[in-house]
């Protein structure tokens, strides 16, 4: 199983970045895909989840409305195109796939990191001038 992130950069506040994730080593569209990023001493935390089809998505509070994700069934690839970056969006950003159903005992499972079998290794972005 592979997750192998690409796109990420420096990029001027304000600025834009489309970051990438290509899968390989399981069955792509069974799962749903995630964003999480890890700022510098702060835990890992989500940005955006996709279901399996890409029909629907949701986001993070301080990403909705600056960024988008969406997948390639076909391609196994999964996309997130950032735009409006400011400095706290400075993380290293992660896919990762989730087999998961979309609900347990504790609310919405894909929010959290736990719920997430396969991980990239991240690739950093950084919002700077």
């Known amino acids: 199983v592979q997750l192998v992130e690409s796109g990420g950069g420096l990029v001027q506040p304000g600025g834009s970045l489309r970051l990438s994730c290509a899968a390989s080593g399981f069955t792509f569209r069974d799962y749903v895909m995630g964003w999480f990023r890890q700022g510098p001493g702060k835990e890992r935390e989500f940005v955006a989840v996709i279901s399996w089809t890409g029909n629907n998505a949701w986001y993070a509070d301080s990403v909705k409305g600056r960024f988008t994700i969406s997948r390639d069934n076909a391609k196994k690839t999964v996309s997130l195109q950032m735009t409006s970056l400011q400095a706290e969006d400075t993380a290293v950003y992660y896919c990762?796939?989730?087999?998961?159903?979309?609900?347990?005992?504790?609310?919405?499972?894909?929010?959290?990191?736990?719920?997430?079998?396969?991980w990239g290794q991240g690739t950093q972005v950084t919002a700077s001038a």
């Open positions: 990762a796939a989730s087999s998961r159903g979309m609900y347990d005992h504790n609310g919405i499972t894909w929010f959290r990191p736990s719920a997430y079998d396969y």
